[in-house]
């Protein structure tokens, strides 16, 4: 006689399922693009029937949402983390760069998602993720602030050194993988580096 499972099994197995369908969709939306990608796309990846996804995930829009926004609160979190403990202008740049390409390096699929999809989010998700977005640069922005008004850092734009500190990190998605021939941790140090290098950091050399 067969055993129903219990509920605490169903809901461990639905979240197993849930969690496989996200990857999928990660997978799909970074290879084929958002619109490129329909619902039977990624049941057929997970050998699903396209309704019976919908036990899962309200829609299409609900994984991009979920996806893009794991993203931004991955990084925010990321940065906080890597800065709280340095005692310095310049060490507190080189570990939020570091972490900055070390989720790069590691989360290419989340990564093209993020930067090409922007405007696959129907509103409100799109105005939030936007705005975490903003938040996190104004994070770079004003840490490289501080560095410049300690007289730690050469007179550059904040705004702009930020810019490009973060567009080098982000690049790194493009290329990185780790059967290559550099070390995600030599990746890592030589980008902190140069981010210390771009700002004019007085702890190089």
């Not at 310095?88 to 699929?109: D, E, G, K, P, W």
């Amino acid at each position: 006689m067969s055993q129903q499972a219990s509920p605490a099994g169903r809901e461990r197995r639905t979240g197993v399922r849930r969690g496989e369908i996200r990857e999928a969709a990660l997978t799909l939306f970074s290879d084929r693009g958002y619109h490129g990608t329909g619902m039977e796309h990624i049941a057929a990846h997970v050998g699903l029937s396209p309704s019976s996804l919908y036990n899962h995930w309200k829609s299409k829009q609900e994984l991009l949402q979920d996806i893009m926004v794991a993203t931004m609160d991955d990084l925010l979190a990321g940065f906080d983390a890597a800065v709280s403990e340095m005692d310095s202008s310049s060490a507190a740049l080189s570990a939020a760069m570091q972490a900055h390409v070390r989720y790069h390096a590691t989360h290419h699929r989340d990564a093209r998602i993020g930067n090409r999809e922007i405007p696959s989010l129907a509103t409100p998700a799109r105005d939030r993720v936007k705005g975490m977005r903003h938040a996190y640069a104004k994070k770079w922005e004003a840490m490289i602030s501080l560095g410049v008004a300690q007289g730690r850092f050469a007179a550059v734009s904040p705004q702009l050194a930020a810019y490009a500190l973060l567009e080098m990190g982000i690049g790194v998605s493009q290329w990185y993988r780790p059967s290559g021939r550099l070390s995600l941790d030599l990746v890592a140090k030589e980008y902190g580096e140069m981010a210390l290098r771009l700002v004019g950091s007085d702890e190089l050399g």
